[in-house]
């Protein structure tokens, strides 16, 4: 009797404890399962969302390392170009200091054959006929006396006496 | 040359065509004197040109000028009716002279004037006429007039032709490329 009732004890211990068993899975698997389940869910998405991010913030950096590679080239072009513009700008103002040089000297020369026109035109109009007037002038009173201008056909007759020989 | 002097030339021509054997040395001579009278009294043919004038009248005053006073052969007659009966006798100063020149040109004569600064002798003149003829290889008639601007020297000068050597002539020279 006692073993049987020992035994009953003990099959209803194992019920017992089969039913608190199951009480508690099922009391898992209705109220905590679904807070466990949430909990890895945000924990899976966090991670994914971290490691999105994390893929973002790479991809970013690459994007930035490119754009710092290209900024570092556009760099050294525009300080390529400005080199060039420096070195075109000495060029042209060395030109444009010889163009204005050449001007200067152009108009200096211009200036002067000016004043050597000025000069010979007043000699020309002013001084050559007033020469000229005075040679005629002496000439005629040179050659005003009967006996030099006399002389001096004489002279021009024997030369064409001597050319006919 | 002008339409005037190719008309005068070919009255001059049709002339020495018909009558050139009436044009010996004299009357070239004639002619020149008239012609050189003419051109320095060139209002003597004023009434030439004045059409109330008749033309008998005209004929009459120039046969009298040209076969009387300078004694020019009296073909010339035919000339002068001619020229007054086309209404051209104003050309007779010029056609005279076309006569002149065709005779030069027949005979190889050049016409010159000679000027010089003081009056050349006689035997000056010569010489200077023959230096020409032997130059030219023509016959030399000449003119003579004194020109004191020449200030010394002498101006052979012809239609064709100008040999000058005087002090005008060099002062000239000279002054001209200083001038220009």
Redesign the interface.
């Known amino acids: 009797m006692l073993i049987t009732a020992s035994v009953v004890a003990f099959i209803f211990r194992i019920i017992n404890f089969g039913a608190l068993v199951g009480l508690t899975i099922f009391l898992a698997k209705k109220y905590l399962m679904p807070t466990l389940n949430n909990a890895m869910y945000e924990h899976e998405s966090a991670i994914e969302q971290i490691e999105q991010h994390t893929q973002d913030l790479q991809s970013h950096a690459q994007q930035l390392d490119e754009q710092f590679k290209k900024q570092e080239h556009l760099t050294n072009e525009l300080i390529r170009k400005i080199h060039a513009w420096k070195s075109q700008f000495e060029a042209q103002k060395v030109k444009r200091e010889q163009l204005h040089q050449e001007l200067i000297e152009s108009a200096h020369k211009k200036i002067a054959t000016q004043q050597q026109m000025i000069k010979q035109m007043y000699v020309q109009n002013k001084v050559l006929p007033i020469a000229i007037d005075h040679a005629q002038k002496t000439l005629e009173q040179q050659f005003s006396s009967e006996d030099t201008g006399v002389n001096y056909i004489a002279d021009v007759i024997l030369g064409m006496k001597r050319a006919e020989k | 040359m002008n339409g005037t002097q190719l008309l005068s030339r070919r009255y001059a021509q049709a002339f020495m065509h018909v009558y050139g054997k009436d044009i010996i040395e004299s009357v070239f001579e004639k002619i020149r004197e008239l012609v050189s009278f003419l051109l320095t009294h060139r209002k003597a043919l004023f009434f030439l040109q004045l059409p109330h004038i008749p033309s008998d009248k005209k004929i009459t005053i120039l046969t009298e000028l040209l076969v009387e006073q300078f004694k020019l052969p009296g073909s010339f007659e035919p000339l002068i009716k001619q020229l007054v009966d086309h209404k051209r006798s104003f050309l007779i100063a010029k056609i005279l002279h076309q006569i002149a020149q065709l005779y030069m040109k027949e005979h190889n004569i050049e016409a010159f004037i000679f000027t010089?600064?003081?009056e050349?002798t006689k035997a000056?003149l010569e010489?200077?006429k023959?230096?020409l003829a032997?130059r030219l290889g023509k016959d030399i008639i000449y003119e003579y007039k004194i020109d004191k601007t020449l200030?010394?020297?002498?101006r052979l000068l012809s239609d064709t032709h100008i040999w000058e050597?005087s002090?005008?002539q060099q002062?000239h020279r000279v002054?001209l490329p200083?001038?220009a």
């Open positions: 010089s600064s003081h050349l000056q010489e200077m023959r230096y032997d200030i010394a020297g002498i050597y002090i005008a002062l002054s200083l001038l």
